[in-house]
């Protein structure tokens, strides 16, 4: 019998850059498509780019929980996040480096692990998530559109935020 093959879609942004910021993470069965684990957490005063990498740790968390030594595709639209973890560009921004590292720890918990680069629409699920924990703290209704200042991600690390980190567990399930 193969290990399940898992897809983990994750997205983060800030209202503001920095301001408040939160991420969500969502892992699906490969094969199936099936919801496995819906993650959201919104992490403070922070740049887009440390909740995109918060929302990596997340999924990467939850997936390796469901599924230890499944491999898995990450999927993001982030290609910041998406070329550091694939080792094509190097990780500069001191706020980063710690998250990556939680990323590649994470990591361990699964199989092979791979990322893919996608564009916004398709990484719905996970944006939706994100900006439900935003608008939870800001008390704002939910809303569809973007979290991220224009541009997002794949700009550059963009300004400190003090390394906020996702405690990976709020929201699962």
Do not use: C, F
């Amino acid at each position: 019998m193969t290990a399940r093959r898992l897809i983990i879609q994750a997205d983060g942004g800030s209202r503001g850059n920095p301001g408040t910021a939160g991420y969500g993470a969502v892992v699906l069965d490969a094969v199936t498509g099936e919801v496995l684990a819906e993650v959201s957490e919104a992490i403070g005063h922070a740049t887009n780019n440390v909740a995109e990498y918060s929302g990596l740790v997340a999924g990467l968390r939850a997936a390796g929980k469901l599924a230890p030594g499944a491999p898995a595709e990450v999927r993001m639209d982030s290609k910041l996040v998406v070329e550091q973890m694939s080792g094509r560009w190097q990780i500069k921004h001191p706020d980063l480096r710690p998250l990556a590292a939680q990323a590649r720890q994470a990591a361990r918990a699964l199989g092979q692990v791979t990322y893919t680069w996608v564009p916004r629409e398709r990484n719905t699920h996970a944006d939706r998530l994100a900006n439900q924990a935003m608008d939870a703290v800001s008390g704002r209704p939910s809303v569809s559109g973007r979290a991220k200042a224009p541009g997002g991600a794949a700009r550059g690390p963009g300004g400190g935020s003090g390394g906020r980190r996702p405690s990976g567990t709020a929201g699962l399930w």
